[in-house]
């Protein structure tokens, strides 16, 4: 079974500056989606990236952007000009390409960001 | 979440009682999935649904039934509650996957 790991419980940026979280995976497929989804406050979960595995270019949604490194199984999301509303839990989370498996989502544990003004 | 929710958005229960949530959408995707999110262990699936009346387990089935007698409808009940089943319970939905997830709102459930 895969298994996604964040191992950054808590991560704190200042407004404007950048962070980045770490999220790195298991598997033995070649073919699958990464993901990460942001859950403010409010508890709704939003999908902020993906990214292809078969797509060497990383996937870029304005301000977010991906570090995809798929021989190191490693997929890290970039926050760049960090605003107070991206304050948020952000899971990282993968799904296998193979059809029979039930486009089953495995999430991370999870990384809470704080935004400082 | 538009074309999903879930009800109710809250409910406390007592231990040993029968919970049944809800889960209607209005996309008639194929797929449909129970999570649960708990502190430290992201979202967790419970079960999941590739049409109506098919049904498979996920990582943390134990305690929970599921039912799909409509392509909109996907039910999750607890037969006998558990103070460790304590949570928050997303639903979910799907077509190919490709594109992830659209999510309910989530039920927070307080078994006392």
């Known amino acids: 079974a895969q298994t996604v790991t964040q191992s950054q419980p808590e991560m704190s940026v200042q407004e404007a500056e950048t962070v980045t979280l770490s999220c790195t995976y298991d598997?033995?497929?070649?073919?699958?989606?990464l993901f990460w989804y942001k859950q403010p406050p409010s508890r709704q979960m939003i999908l902020v990236i993906r990214?292809?595995?078969?797509?060497?270019q990383n996937a870029t949604e304005n301000r977010f952007s991906v570090n995809f490194q798929k021989a190191a199984k490693s997929f890290s999301l970039k926050i760049s000009d960090s605003q107070l509303g991206d304050a948020a839990m952000y899971f990282c989370?993968?799904?296998?390409?193979?059809?029979?498996?039930?486009?089953?989502?495995?999430f991370g544990g999870g990384t809470r960001v704080l935004v400082k003004p | 979440d538009a074309g999903i929710t879930q009800s109710p958005r809250h409910k406390v229960t007592e231990t040993g009682t029968p919970v049944t949530l809800r889960c209607h959408q209005t996309?008639?995707?194929?797929?449909m999935y129970w999570y649960r999110q708990d502190p430290g262990h992201g979202l967790r699936l419970i079960h999941y649904?590739?049409?109506?009346?098919?049904?498979d387990k996920g990582e943390v089935s134990d305690g929970y039934s599921v039912s799909r007698s409509k392509t909109e409808d996907f039910l999750l009940t607890l037969e006998s509650a558990t103070s460790s089943q304590t949570s928050v319970y997303f639903c979910?939905?799907?077509?190919?996957?490709?594109?992830?997830?659209?999510f309910g709102s989530g039920t927070r459930l307080t078994v006392v």
């Open positions: 979910a939905i799907s077509e190919t996957g490709r594109y992830g997830y659209t």
């Open positions: 598997t033995s497929e070649s073919d699958y989606y």
């Open positions: 990214q292809e595995a078969y797509k060497q």
């Open positions: 996309e008639n995707h194929r797929y």
């Open positions: 989370a993968y799904r296998t390409d193979f059809k029979a498996a039930g486009n089953k989502l495995t």
């Open positions: 649904s590739y049409g109506v009346k098919d049904t």
